[in-house]
């Protein structure tokens, strides 16, 4: 089995900046690794259903995202250290959340097909 642990997440002021952190361990039971699977984010904010935010192929080649964010966050991932990174710039209110990152064997990804799902972290923006 493939977990995933997010972390970094906080209280931050509007304008400001967080990095979130999806650290990885262990292995699928076919035997497949984090650095082969594409990666997500995904966020739920009080009272709203689960979003797509961004993803990543599984060498990073590739990331595309949600259009309220583009320009703002950016996704990253280092395949040797198990992690994947959501760089969140320019924050705002309605970025209050709970932030998800999960793996999975599609590309695209999408939302209702993904393998493995971290606990999620909380990101709360103030004015």
């Known amino acids: 089995q493939v977990d995933l642990v997010e972390s970094g997440g906080g209280l931050v002021q509007a304008g400001g900046s967080l990095t979130l952190t999806c650290a990885a361990s262990g292995r699928a039971p076919s035997g497949r690794r984090f650095s082969s699977y594409a990666l997500g984010w995904f966020r739920q904010a009080p009272g709203k259903e689960r979003e797509f935010v961004a993803a990543i192929t599984w060498n990073g080649a590739s990331t595309y995202y949600t259009e309220s964010v583009k320009g703002r966050f950016t996704v990253s991932r280092d395949n040797a250290k198990n992690t994947g990174n959501l760089q969140m710039n320019m924050l705002k209110l309605e970025d209050t959340a709970v932030y998800y990152c999960?793996?999975?064997?599609?590309?695209?990804?999408?939302?209702?097909?993904?393998?493995?799902w971290g606990k999620g972290t909380l990101v709360t923006v103030s004015s």
């Open positions: 999960a793996v999975g064997s599609t590309w695209p990804i999408y939302l209702n097909r993904m393998d493995v």
